[in-house]
């Protein structure tokens, strides 16, 4: 958490490489949960594919190269339908469509992430807005965590987190909500309503992913549950 709190404040390529090796580690496990769930993506080219957005932004960022850009993401996309014809794979289609998900499991989220630091808030590099989302993700988290500890008695999906409880997602809201509050305080150049607007938007879609990411675990036997 460190390293992510502290890189974007030593500049837009200390940023950029922390948050590029980042998304290499996130796109390593997922193609090895794709293995051990049967599928044989191709792993070299849904890198990349996986990669394209944050490595593009860093690049291109200020150029306004945006048609080629998404251009060369589709160009990977149907690489990767080609060179699935000489495979001759089982489950062909299971294997492009993983390889695919990488862009949008984690490509496209980590691409967004430059749109933050060059914000239209700011004429230049500015990392308030990527603070208050991994700020707002982390207390939001512990808080649910500790919540459903001391309190949290109703599971939300008990058959995916047993242990995640509707006590806990409150508790979690309410001090994410906190966390959005106080800075809206202290970073008064973004207006209060989009901060609120960001910061309620990442609550919701932080708590989704994780349920997603459970549900995906569970599938593949790493979670079991816990009576």
């Known amino acids: 958490m460190t390293v992510l709190l502290g890189s974007p404040f030593l500049g837009s390529w200390a940023f950029y490489l922390v ?15 794709a293995r051990k769930q049967g599928s044989s993506p191709i792993i070299p080219i849904g890198i ?78 500015s990392v308030d807005l990527l603070i208050l989302i991994l700020l707002v993700i982390w207390v939001h988290d512990s808080g649910a965590y500790l919540t459903g500890i001391l309190i949290g008695r109703t599971p939300l999906f008990k058959r995916i987190s047993p242990k995640k409880t509707i006590e806990g997602l409150f508790g979690g809201l309410v001090l994410g909500s906190g966390t959005i509050w106080v800075f809206s305080m202290f ?18 879609f932080a708590n989704f992913g994780d349920f997603i990411e459970s549900m995906w675990k569970r599938s593949l036997g790493i979670k079991t549950l816990v009576k």
């Open 48 to 125: 990349l594919l996986g990669l394209w957005p944050i490595l593009s932004r860093s690049m291109f960022h200020e150029k306004g190269w945006n048609t080629p850009l998404v251009g060369v993401g589709i160009g990977l996309v149907m690489l990767i339908f080609l060179i699935e014809l000489f495979r001759n794979k089982s489950k062909p289609f299971q294997n492009i469509s993983m390889s695919i998900m990488a862009l949008a499991y984690i490509g496209i989220p980590f691409g967004i992430l430059p749109e933050l630091v060059f914000s239209p808030y700011y004429d230049t590099y």
């Open 19 to 33: 948050y590029f090796c980042l998304a290499s580690l996130a796109l390593f496990e997922f193609f090895t949960l």
């Open 187 to 204: 970073f008064t150049e973004i207006p209060t309503l989009h901060v609120w607007i960001f910061g309620l938007v990442i609550m919701i």
